[in-house]
């Protein structure tokens, strides 16, 4: 499965626009599955927590402060731009 920016940003920005500091992952996909499919989101949410973004335990997922920090990045016009870029 090949990395998706926007999808990465989407999770990034669900769970900091959510009133609560963590969220089931059940939850996270329900939210998402306009967007993509479950075991993308799920595999983007460990692509994220391997780069310490975010925080994945016993189905429960939330921001790290470097997560939280990406999220909020109004800097830079591309938040995920150290993400690798491959064509298609």
Same mark, same amino acid.
């Given at each position: 499965?090949?990395?998706? &920016? ?5 999770i990034l920005r669900t769970l900091?626009?959510?009133?609560? #500091? ?6 996270l996909v329900e939210r998402l599955?306009? &967007?993509a499919a479950e075991s993308a ?13 975010? &925080? ?26 150290? #993400? ?5």
């Open positions: 499965m090949r990395r998706d &920016k926007e999808l990465a940003e989407e900091v626009l959510d009133e609560h #500091w963590h969220m089931d992952m059940r939850m599955k306009d &967007k989101v799920r595999y983007h949410a460990v692509l994220l927590q391997d780069v310490g973004l975010v &925080k994945v335990d016993q189905g429960v997922i939330r921001l790290t402060s470097a997560g939280q920090d990406r999220a909020e990045n109004s800097d830079k016009l591309d938040p995920m731009a150290t #993400w690798a870029a491959l064509g298609s």
